[in-house]
Nanobody, 124 residues
Framework: QVQLVESGGGLVQAGGSLRLSCAAS?????????MGWYRQAPGKEREFVAA???????KYADSVSGRFNILRENGKYTAYLQMNSLKPDDTAVYYC?????????????????WGQGTQVAVSS
């Protein structure tokens, strides 16, 4: 089992920035090789945002590429999502996710573990 704890959500004006954090614990060596973020807006399906593996390889959704940056502390199972130039369309509950590979974290159906989510609201 892997436990995930997210933090850093909140309310921000359009054009602003927020930094989300996700700390993994438990069987992280096998279950959290790759870490990522998803989001789910009201009435919409959960969608992939970004992912990073232990080697530092990353993957981003087209909608956030160039604005969001996923980071990971070396040797630790902690990941961050630096969100810049936020838009009202970025408003959603953001979920941390982990899996065995970068590819598995980037697809909803193959995510190993989910966090509880943290709310991000962007006002216009």
């Amino acid at each position: 089992q892997v436990q995930l704890v997210e933090s850093g959500g909140g309310l921000v004006q359009a054009g602003g920035s927020l930094r989300l954090s996700c700390a993994a614990s438990g069987r992280t060596s096998s279950g959290a090789y790759a870490m990522g973020w998803y989001r789910q807006a009201p009435g919409k399906e959960r969608e992939f945002v970004a992912a990073i593996n232990r080697m530092g390889a990353t993957k981003y959704a087209d909608s956030v590429s160039g604005r969001f940056n996923i980071l990971r502390e070396n040797g630790k199972y902690t990941a961050y999502l630096q969100m810049n130039s936020l838009k009202p369309d970025d408003t959603a509950v953001y979920y941390c996710a982990t899996g065995g590979t970068l590819g598995s974290v980037a697809q909803t159906w193959s995510v190993g573990y989910w966090g509880q989510g943290t709310q991000v609201a962007v006002s216009s």
